[in-house]
């Protein structure tokens, strides 16, 4: 796939990437470093990194301020923009070497710094003084634009100390990609910029660059496209560009999350929130890999992630975004069908991992995950419960629906002297335990997937198939009446577990079950899980803790599910204790899910949305703005009542 890539510069005067991963070794945490909760602040130079996206781009930046760390250039990643099924890298447009009198500027030899994430208006800047000879305050602008998305912003602004000679180069190519560079004055008139400049002493060197960055799928003419973006941008010039970026976002912030008390909460929430909008935009159909724009770790591929984790995250309040997620899985629906064909079953079955072309991508016992066409049938139907939208459902929804329970139904084994259907050789979300017989989650959710198929096809009128709730009524989810509680499946059960499965029978499966059997079935198997597991299972167990009443374990879990996985200073979410690998927005979802479903305790069903606050212990209040639901815009609001 080729990019087309254009950058414009303005000049203006005035006299004034994996890591080795160390074993059973936790993550440093990351701490408070603001009072203000929208902003993450540093003033030492060190190593790390801050990730900012606009849904299209997403670009990482070093504490240099720009894309680039010591002689390491950091990768662009571009939504839905694969090579060979792998997410490919965009052109290092936020890499610039700047160099005065032949020396490299860098953080590295510098004084009085200072970075700065500026969560609410998406805009990272780093001052400091250079020691080079001769001495050079330098400020670093970075942004990719939200209001365009083919935009990328990048403004330096140098003083010297006394005359110096300043080269810059050009944005620098990445294989697949063109690169076209226009200069512009300030008062917007063509320029032709040599590559050096001669600076007066205590003469302000302002620098702004314009990127348009246009992917060959996303355009019938992405040359111009890049170009279009480009050159308005150089046009309006730096502020109005900046401020039309913060007004994108504004308009996304008005849908909000407050939380009293527990201000470092807060600040964590703001941050998380920003990496999960930064990560999906509206109109796409490409849905969200584990780490959003950040980087290419899984190849960039689509999970059950995007479905279960990162969908419900986001419907709440961004049914336009999340649409992103059940959009991907209707336009690869008919590689879903030709896999399904392939394995002798009807109807679809959705890959493990995909990429743009919905094929799957991996072979061996991942592959046995067919707990993913269930996930992708959740999002599906819980997109309409919170859109009400029909004509969605009828063209878009049902299909998908229809299909995943087409392949159920295929899929079973009919279990005679038991009377039940089963689900035989499929690897449940534990995948150290290998593929297993009858996996509670999987068999529990293709009976939602078949209900939802067959009650949507009675809204719309649309055609169903009375096997689908026959097998539904049969299908077994394992119980072992001794205990009074569900087991993750036919076979008795290990020691230990990697993370979560089971357990998700509570949420985001909401199987309806007695209260006492919810509680012996999560505390069964949350006594067990690995400690080093995936940022993946403490939100979850903040979520039914909050369900089942329990505020002080509630709280507790929910720190866990973000505390030992961010990296300082700007709460980057690693995908484990033990890695830093971050920005998995799977993670982030997660926690999020927790306030939205746990202590808010929202519950979308046909009838209405349901909602049951909690607060956890420190909590004085919870508020919950811009939540859409079926056409309507809603405020949640909790008071603590009492000591």
Request: include cysteine; charge should be neutral.
């Amino acid at each position: 796939m080729i990019l087309a890539v254009l950058a414009a510069l303005v000049l203006v005067f005035s006299s004034t990437g994996c890591r080795k991963e160390p074993a059973d070794q936790e993550l440093p945490q990351a701490k408070l470093v603001s009072e203000d909760p929208w902003l993450l602040a540093i003033k030492e130079f060190g190593e790390a990194r801050a990730y900012l996206g606009n849904g299209y781009l997403g670009v990482n930046a070093s504490q240099e301020g720009l894309g680039f760390d010591r002689e390491e250039q950091l990768p662009t990643f571009i939504s839905g923009h694969y090579v060979n099924e792998s997410f490919a890298p965009g052109p290092a447009w936020a890499a610039p070497n700047l160099s005065i009198d032949g020396q490299r500027v860098t953080a590295a030899e510098a004084r009085s710094y200072e970075q700065t994430f500026d969560l609410r208006r998406g805009v990272l800047v780093t001052r400091y003084v250079w020691r080079g000879k001769p001495r050079t305050e330098v400020e670093i602008t970075l942004f990719p634009a939200r209001h365009d998305p083919h935009l990328g912003v990048i403004q330096v602004a140098l003083t010297p100390a006394r005359q110096a000679r300043v080269s810059l180069d050009a944005v620098a190519p990445t294989e697949g990609c063109a690169v076209a560079l226009v200069d512009r004055q300030a008062d917007g008139t063509p320029a032709s910029f040599p590559g050096e400049i001669e600076l007066a002493a205590r003469q302000r060197w302002v620098l702004t660059r314009y990127v348009g960055i246009c992917a060959v799928r996303d355009s019938a003419d992405p040359q111009a496209t890049a170009r279009q973006s480009a050159e308005a941008a150089a046009s309006a010039g730096f502020d109005a560009v900046l401020r039309q970026h913060t007004e994108a976002w504004e308009r996304l912030w008005a849908r909000d999350i407050v939380i009293e008390g527990d201000p470092a909460a807060q600040q964590v929430v703001n941050a998380l929130r920003y990496y999960l909008l930064a990560s999906v935009r509206e109109g796409r159909a490409d849905s969200v890999p584990p780490m959003g724009l950040s980087s290419s770790i899984y190849q960039g591929h689509i999970f059950w992630d995007a479905d279960v984790w990162v969908f419900p995250a986001l419907v709440a309040q961004y049914p336009e975004l999340a649409r992103s997620v059940v959009e991907y899985r209707y336009r690869t629906l008919p590689a879903a069908m030709e896999n399904a064909r392939k394995q002798g079953f009807r109807g679809a079955d959705y890959a493990w991992e995909s990429a743009e072309s919905g094929k799957e991508t991996v072979s061996g016992e991942f592959s046995r995950g067919r707990h993913v066409n269930a996930g992708v049938a959740l999002a599906q139907w819980q997109y309409y419960l919170w859109t009400g939208d029909r004509d969605w459902l009828r063209t878009r929804g049902l299909p998908v629906l229809r299909a995943t329970a087409d392949y159920w139904v295929s899929r079973v084994w009919y279990n005679q002297p038991a009377d039940r259907y089963e689900i035989l050789d499929v690897m449940g979300p534990d995948e150290v335990r290998g593929p297993v017989d009858n996996n509670a989650w999987t068999n529990s959710m293709a009976q939602l997937n078949l209900d939802a198929a067959a009650r949507a096809a009675e809204i719309v009128g649309g055609p169903g198939d009375p096997r689908w709730r026959a097998v539904a009524k049969k299908l077994w989810i394992p119980f072992d009446a001794t205990e009074g509680r569900y087991v993750q499946c036919g076979a008795p059960d290990q020691r230990g577990h990697k993370q979560a499965d089971c357990e998700l029978l509570l949420y985001p499966r909401r199987l309806r079950m007695a209260e006492e059997v919810a509680a012996r079935t999560f505390d069964h198997y949350k006594a067990s899980v690995s400690q080093y597991g995936p940022a993946m299972t403490t939100s979850i167990y903040a979520t039914i803790a909050a369900q089942l009443g329990r505020a002080e374990e509630a709280g507790k879990h929910f720190k866990e599910s973000y505390e030992p996985f961010l990296l300082p200073p700007y709460y980057l979410y690693s995908e484990k204790r033990t890695s830093p690998r971050p920005c998995f927005v799977t993670g982030v979802a997660g926690t999020l899910q927790a306030i939205l479903y746990g202590f808010a305790g929202m519950e979308p069903t046909e009838d209405g949305l349901r909602t049951k606050f909690l607060l956890p212990p420190g909590w004085e209040r919870l508020k919950i703005t811009g939540i859409q639901w079926r056409g309507e815009t809603r405020d949640l609001d909790s008071y603590r009542r009492g000591p």
